[in-house]
């Protein structure tokens, strides 16, 4: 059997015809047999149809961005293919299903499932003109619906693996054509027993990588992205941020939880456990080496800085006294769950404890009764959370002097956070 490797490709890989050129170009110096290749919706795609999705869900008119979508779409077959090729049938075609599904009564579900529904036509049809003007240019191939591959609980917008039944599928469905053709297939989506559509959450695609390469045992996965590879700081941020060559998995881990957006958070774990390398390379300079995250006892431990705005403060103070340690935290979090609230600093006395959380969509007003019997809670929003990792003193003394106000400060060995206004 063969022994896989894995890329992937983002939305801006595939944003326009001279980026699917590029793209061709990439695959065409590595393609061999057991390439599985895993491609986003093209360009902002996915931010459109969420628009849709949503006038769709209200029932708004949205003819007019639709069409547009198309149009967008048949434009990049346009400049790719030849007038008669039957790519822009199936791009027409898809965007009747489309149109289909958003007029039908999945409304009558639920937002989440008319979302899963209809969201994934982006990376449908980005995969289809891939794998057509792939082999249109000799780089023959095979295309594979990802929902027949990876198996999610029912969970809509946030759909929860089935690692075993994944496994079996990928090896009954994925592996026999690997022997005779690379694959071509989508991120971001799987189905549930049901055969419903599920998705795995926004920016998922990255995930999806991890999860074909675990369950065919790959060896590699190469994430292309429009940088050199993993800074330690975001360089519109910090124009002297220094690339990492390589980066143990622990380390690239803890990173991706404080807020580094470069790989999705979920994409390190599966792949830590197998011990199966990943690649973050150029997709502007293929050849330039990249960053790889893997095992590695000596990697370097220079300070890696990443600041998150938009952080909420929520302050729980306890009413009653002769509650005071151990005091309820299960509510707190119980909360937390119920609303999808992304902790990104936890700190507790005691009689209070400090969350900083991302900022919701919405934030409930009032909170649960039973929370607020218990706690008197205060928030301040629009704030800042800077995180550093193998910190030193001058990094405190920096952000000390650089802002107005220090609300939370919280170190550890090896991390220092800190939130700002």
């Not at 061709?24 to 628009?51: F, M, P, Q, Y």
């Not at 330039?288 to 006892?297: A, C, Y």
Request: glycine share 6%; hydrophobic share 40%; charged share 25%.
């Amino acid at each position: 059997m063969v022994q896989p490797f894995v890329f992937k490709f983002g939305g801006a890989s595939v944003k326009d015809a001279p980026a699917f050129q590029h793209v061709a170009n990439i695959l065409k110096s590595r393609w061999k047999n057991g390439l599985v290749v895993v491609v986003s919706a093209s360009g902002d795609t996915t931010d459109h149809l969420e628009r849709i999705i949503e006038k769709a869900y209200g029932e708004a008119t949205y003819d007019t961005e639709l069409a547009d979508l198309e149009s967008y779409h048949q434009a990049i077959c346009a400049s790719l293919f030849p007038a008669d090729h039957g790519i822009f049938s199936q791009v027409a075609n898809s965007f009747s299903q489309l149109k289909r599904k958003l007029g039908s009564d999945l409304r009558t579900e639920g937002k989440a499932f008319l979302y899963d529904q209809t969201i994934v036509f982006g990376e449908l049809i980005s995969t289809r003109i891939l794998q057509e003007y792939l082999c249109m240019n000799g780089l023959f191939c095979v295309w594979q619906d990802a929902r027949e591959l990876i198996a999610t609980d029912s969970t809509h917008k946030m759909g929860k693996v089935d690692w075993v039944l994944t496994m079996q599928r990928c090896r009954k469905y994925l592996s026999p054509k690997l022997e005779d053709y690379p694959v071509i297939t989508q991120g971001f989506m799987g189905s549930d027993w049901l055969g419903n559509t599920t998705t795995l959450g926004r920016e998922g695609s990255d995930f999806t990588a991890a999860i074909l390469a675990v369950s065919l045992g790959a060896k590699s996965v190469s994430i292309w992205k429009d940088v050199a590879g993993i800074l330690n700081g975001d360089p519109d941020l910090f124009p002297d941020a220094i690339k990492f060559d390589h980066l143990d998995f622990e380390e690239a881990a803890e990173m991706t939880y404080f807020g580094t957006k470069v790989i999705h958070p979920k994409t390190i774990k599966p792949l830590a456990k197998q011990k199966i390398p990943l690649y973050v390379k150029s997709f502007v300079n293929p050849d330039l080496p990249g960053t790889v995250i893997g095992s590695f006892e000596d990697h370097p431990k220079i300070p890696i800085t990443i600041i998150k705005s938009k952080q909420v403060w929520i302050t729980f103070r306890v009413r009653d006294l002769s509650k005071v340690g151990g005091f309820h935290y299960e509510e707190i979090f119980k909360t937390a769950k119920s609303f999808n609230w992304n902790i990104n600093l936890l700190q507790s006395s005691a009689v209070t404890i400090h969350l900083v959380i991302d900022q919701p969509e919405q934030m409930p007003d009032p909170l649960p009764k039973q929370l607020l019997e218990t706690f008197h809670v205060q928030k301040t929003e629009n704030l800042r959370l800077v995180t550093v990792k193998n910190y030193d003193d001058t990094h405190e003394a920096t952000y000390r002097n650089e802002s107005k106000e220090v609300y939370l400060t919280e170190k550890s060995p090896n991390t220092l956070q800190m939130l700002l206004r």
